[in-house]
């Protein structure tokens, strides 16, 4: 079993639709989880982050994060075509090399 | 300022023969990191280097798998006796520090053994 698990979609939505990302996980010493954009043949790029448990909000963008229940999300309010990407979804504990554990990605497309 | 660079962009290789990919991180970036990513497997952890302190290559999938850090800078990852499942895009990232949560990646390069 991952220690990340990530729906990998493709997900296509209209434009203006909300847009609902998750991933579940097994270690429970994940203490920071993170949302990377990556766009075709781009290095991914931090969108969101957040430490233990709770939301945070950017914009047309939250993130929660639920550690009873292994479970985070990322949500896209008033998508756009732009948001077209692969949303990552990675995580890390606080101790060892601090290396992020990823998910497989969703692509997702938002048609105009 | 500038981002965290890799080179080459693509690299074509027969099966047997070693490659070298570059990583230019981003300056005064103390850690760096290599991830490999494969279809449908996400990013894969390779190899961390923090400073000068001995890397964690807890990562590195076989023997033939190898990375270096110049002056705490540049990085070199080789993977010698290239085998086709060795073809993914290999990405190097760069934080401030150990403690620092965000990773910078750079745009990766597109490894493809024949």
């Known amino acids: 079993q991952k220690e990340v698990e990530q729906d990998p979609g493709p997900l296509s939505v209209p434009e203006g639709a909300i847009v609902s990302l998750n991933c579940t996980y097994s270690?429970?010493?994940?203490?920071?989880f993170m949302w990377y954009r990556q766009y075709s043949r781009k290095g991914p790029e931090l969108l969101m982050y957040?430490?233990?448990?709770g939301n945070k909000e950017d914009g047309r963008f939250t993130a929660q994060v639920d550690k009873s229940s292994k479970y985070i999300s990322l949500f896209i309010r008033d998508s756009q075509p732009s948001d077209s990407a692969t949303y990552l979804c990675a995580m890390r504990s606080n101790s060892g090399a601090n290396n992020l554990f990823f998910g497989t990605g969703t692509r997702l497309t938002v048609i105009p | 300022g500038a981002g965290v660079s890799q080179s080459p962009s693509n690299k074509v290789t027969e099966k047997g023969k070693d490659v070298e990919l570059r990583c230019d991180p981003i300056?005064?970036?103390?850690?760096l990191y290599w991830y490999r990513q494969s279809l449908g497997q996400g990013l894969e952890f390779l190899i961390y280097?923090?400073?000068?302190?001995?890397?964690?290559k807890s990562g590195l999938p076989s023997d033939r798998f190898s990375a270096e850090r110049t002056g705490g800078s540049v990085s070199t990852l080789t993977i010698q006796r290239t085998q086709q499942e060795d073809s993914a895009v290999y990405l190097c990232a760069s934080s401030l520090d150990r403690y620092s949560y965000e990773q910078y990646f750079g745009p990766g390069t597109r490894l493809t053994v024949t």
């Open positions: 300056s005064g970036h103390t850690a």
């Open positions: 270690n429970s010493a994940f203490q920071y």
């Open positions: 280097f923090q400073g000068n302190s001995a890397p964690d």
């Open positions: 957040t430490y233990s448990s």
